[in-house]
């Protein structure tokens, strides 16, 4: 899948989601919608699916808990098919972050991470430091960020990510991202669970 395509299927879904949501909206008996506090954005298990620009697609399990507000740590698990490197690719990292407010609309988070990477060819530890940026316009996050890798044996990376999550309700969300990962930038569609 081309980056073209990929940048094009992330609008699409963007897009559908904005129609749908004041149809959706006012099949909720008129109630309004309470935004999730900041704990939503950091108290959350999703499952998603990935298309990767090397001809990889995978699964990944995320989730992340704040045990002290404003600090949280992370993690997930990223199950890549055998692809053009061989077989068994899969990562999976830890994280500790804190968040901030940059205004009554932005929040900010910072964390460092470590990790493991099997490229199927060979595997190796991580560690790294990343930022992101979000904000909420009704039932929409929209987020951001940038990130930096260094793969112990197998040189550094720069990684970003952009994308928004749907909340259907408080505790249930859908999402599309568009991120740069272990295994090539692509398209990431998940579900998660906010608590």
Request: no cysteine.
């Amino acid at each position: 899948m081309s980056t073209f395509s990929k940048v094009f299927t992330l609008t699409a879904v963007a897009s559908t989601l904005a129609v749908v949501t004041p149809s959706f909206a006012q099949t909720q008996n008129n109630a309004p919608f309470e935004a999730p506090e900041v704990n939503s954005a950091y108290n959350f298990i999703s499952a998603g699916i990935a298309d990767h620009d090397e001809g990889d697609d995978g699964f990944i399990l995320e989730g992340s808990y704040q045990f002290n507000s404003p600090w949280f740590v992370g993690g997930y698990f990223r199950d890549g098919d055998d692809g053009f490197q061989g077989n068994d690719r899969d990562a999976y990292g830890v994280k500790l972050g804190r968040h901030l407010w940059l205004s009554d609309t932005v929040l900010a988070d910072f964390s460092g991470r470590v990790g493991h990477v099997d490229f199927g060819g060979f595997d190796t530890s991580y560690w790294g430091v990343e930022g992101n940026l979000r904000t909420r316009i009704d039932r929409f996050e929209i987020y951001g960020g940038l990130g930096w890798v260094d793969y112990n044996d197998a040189g550094d990376d720069t990684q970003y990510q952009f994308g928004t999550r749907f909340y259907i309700n408080p505790q249930f969300a859908v999402g599309a991202r568009y991120q740069d990962s272990e295994f090539g930038d692509g398209i990431r569609l998940e579900a998660s669970y906010h608590f």
